[in-house]
Structure formats: C-alpha cells, structure tokens
C-alpha cells in the first residue's frame, strides 16, 4: 500500500470534484431525455458535459489548472512511511499476489485517539519458513500528530498471508477487537485492556483454514447485541 500516492490521489479527486461542482453552478439545467420503460425507476438523467477552461470535459476526467490545496501529504512527517506493504512477487504469478491488503481505523485502547491498523501480505519463502514474515503494524497515535508501530507488543503481527481486517466488539465488553482474514488460518485477536491482543480464533471456532478476504461484523435481529461474524471466501473452480 502506498500511502503518499493514495493521499495524492484523494486530493487530486477531491479538486476536480470542487470545481466540478463550480462548473455545474454555471451550467444551463437539461431535460432528461432518457426513454422511461414502465415498471423501471431512473434515478439520473442526462447531463451535458462540463468542461474547463481549455474545453476539456471535466466530467470524463479532466484538469484544471488551479485550485484550493484540500489535503496534504504528512505520512513520512506521521511516521507512517518506513513500514512496507508485501504480497508475493512482482510477477504476481498467482491470485494471491494480486490482491489485498485491508487496514482499520479504530481506537484501541479507547483514549480517544484514532490508530491505525494495517494488514499485511507475505511471500512464498516466509510461508514455507525460509525468511521472516512480513508483519502487520498497528500504529499507535501519539496525540501529536505522528503515529509509533506497536504491532509486536500487543501481539498482533499476524505473521501470515494477510487480505483483511474487521473490528467489532464480539463480546461487548466496551473494547474494540480485530479479525484479521488470512490465506490460511484466520485470527479473531480479543482485546486485553492494556494494549495487548490474544488471538483465540481456535477457541472461538472462527480459524477456519482456506482462503477468506473480506470480513465484517453485523448484528442479527434475533441476538442484536450480539455481533455476528461475516465472511467472504473466494470461490476457487476445482
Ligand atoms: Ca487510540
Ligand atoms: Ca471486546
């Protein structure tokens, strides 16, 4: 995951939209001239195009010269830069390596102060034992605008092939825990109170074992205090 260009890019977004939305101010209104079938609700219309001042069409994706400065990159001044995302090789010969890795935003220790969590990949010889594993960072918020890697004291490096993260409060003790979903076994890291994690996946009977990417934590009308996990596992053709 690179940081400083997905920042870069939501401001970049976030600039054509602001003058998108200028442009639209100017623009004459149009007719919806979309043939309506009975029984089939449209929610858009047709919309002439936007364009800038050199009559590119904004609204295709195009630029403009000038405009307010919404966000800056502060990840390397944060702290945020030394940590590296892995997955695989960079020929990404297989599946795996192409996709991943999830990140939370959760406050973990319950101080009032956003950190973060971030999943992380692996490769073939850190699974098989020949090198280091790639480990996950949670980053700890020091309140000052910069973050500390804090991953291997609260014990939740994961050290496997990670893809996603979900946070909920499975038992409702007011401390919010992490699911990490993995290529392999998955880990449900129960929140210690004191800045550490256990992982008690085995004992909650939610390791599993194969292949799981997305997770979330819902409630269900029967038990609605009790969050529910949710999993999404890729479905593999034999
Ligand atoms: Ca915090
Ligand atoms: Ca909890």
Redesign the pocket.
């Known amino acids: 995951m690179n940081w400083g260009r997905s920042i870069a890019a939501r401001a970049l977004l976030a600039v054509v939209c602001a003058a998108c939305l200028a442009a639209q101010e100017k623009a004459e209104p149009t007719q919806n001239t979309q043939p309506q079938t009975p029984g089939v609700v449209s929610t858009g219309g047709a919309h002439a195009a936007v364009f800038d001042s050199e009559k590119r069409p904004i609204t295709a994706g195009g630029f403009v010269d000038n405009g307010p400065v919404i966000f800056q990159d502060i990840s390397e001044k944060a702290g945020l830069t030394r940590w590296r995302h892995v997955m695989g090789t960079p020929e990404d010969a297989f599946i795996i390596e192409t996709v991943g890795s999830g990140v939370a935003l959760l ?9 973060i969590y971030l999943v992380n990949g692996s490769t073939y010889d850190a699974m098989s034992g020949k090198t280091s594993p790639p480990h996950a960072a949670l980053f ?2 020091n309140h000052d605008g910069t973050f500390t890697d804090v991953a291997q004291q609260a014990g939740v490096t994961n050290d496997r092939w990670g893809f996603g993260v979900a946070v909920g409060d499975y038992e409702n003790d007011g401390w919010p825990d992490l699911y990490v979903t993995n290529f392999g076994k998955n880990r449900l890291y129960h929140n210690n109170h004191d800045g550490t994690f256990t992982d008690v996946a085995e004992k909650a009977g939610v390791a599993l074992g194969n292949w799981s990417t997305g997770a979330t934590f819902g409630a269900s009308s029967l038990l609605p205090s009790t969050p529910l996990l949710l999993l999404w596992e890729p479905i593999i053709p034999a």
């Open positions: 406050d973990y220790d319950n101080d009032g102060w956003l950190d700890h918020n």
